[in-house]
T-cell receptor
Framework: GQQVMQIPQYQHVQEGEDFTTYCNSS?????IQWYKQRPGGHPVFLIQ?????EVKKQKRLTFQFGEAKKNSSLHITATQTTDVGTYFC??????????FGTGTQLKVEL | NAGVTQTPKFQVLKTGQSMTLQCAQD?????MSWYRQDPGMGLRLIHY???????DQGEVPNGYNVSRSTTEDFPLRLLSAAPSQTSVYFC??????????????FGPGTRLTVL
């Protein structure tokens, strides 16, 4: 079945540093979504990418979908303490199911 | 709108007990799903439904049953709880469109411990 891996599993940064998490699928994806989960909270939708090579930005967050539609990345510029949480990618294989990645836990220190 | 609601928030069971986790949404979403979240393993799909009367298995369905009698409700039943089912359970819903192209809205979760 479809597998989606994320690296790194954990990331500690100082406030103001950049952060990147990478998502890799074992199969070609039809779409990829990104979610953020604050500690003790539930996943919240951030964005969806559909097209090969697509790049989308949300303020300090930049999302990319690979040309082969098998990988994606989320980059945060100049992290803030409000960025703390776990970031998940979730890949669609064309059917009704989304396969979630293992997540990257981000901690931001002052 | 309340969005997606789940009850209870916390539950402790003994091995072999059964229980039902409740999930409801007021957004008229046709698609509803149940995930479990374990440390280091992300969210894994247990069961999902594309509309009332229609359910299907996800990647980890064993030990769980679901039914969908109304658009609003999608309960998850643990038939005979086992320690391996200790987890955080999330219910989610979305508009049914083509494939998985719509954002999912998650409930607050139920933290289940099986002793």
């Amino acid at each position: 079945g479809q597998q989606v891996m994320q690296i790194p599993q954990y990331q500690h940064v100082q406030e103001g540093e950049d952060f990147t998490t990478y998502c890799n699928s074992s199969t070609t994806l039809s779409n990829i979504q990104w979610y953020k989960q604050r500690p003790g909270g539930h996943p919240v939708f951030l964005i969806q990418l559909v097209k090969s090579g697509e790049v989308k930005k949300q303020k300090r967050l930049t999302f990319q979908f690979g040309e082969a539609k098998k990988n994606s990345s989320l980059h945060i510029t100049a992290t803030q303490t409000t960025d703390v949480g776990t970031y998940f990618c979730a890949g669609g294989g064309g059917g009704n199911k989304l396969t979630f990645g293992t997540g990257t836990q981000l901690k931001v220190e002052l | 709108n309340a969005g997606v609601t789940q009850t209870p928030k916390f539950q402790v069971l003994k091995t072999g007990q059964s229980m039902t986790l409740q999930c409801a949404q007021d957004m008229n979403h046709e698609y509803m799903s149940w995930y479990r979240q374990d440390p280091g393993m992300g969210l894994r799909l247990i069961h999902y439904s594309v509309g009332a009367g229609i359910t299907d298995q996800g990647e980890v369905p064993n030990g769980y049953n679901v039914s969908r009698s109304t658009t609003e409700d999608f309960p998850l039943r643990l038939l005979s709880a086992a320690p391996s089912q200790t987890s955080v359970y999330f219910c989610a819903s979305r508009v049914t469109g083509t494939g998985s192209y719509n954002e999912q809205f998650f409930g607050p979760g139920t933290r289940l411990t099986v002793l």
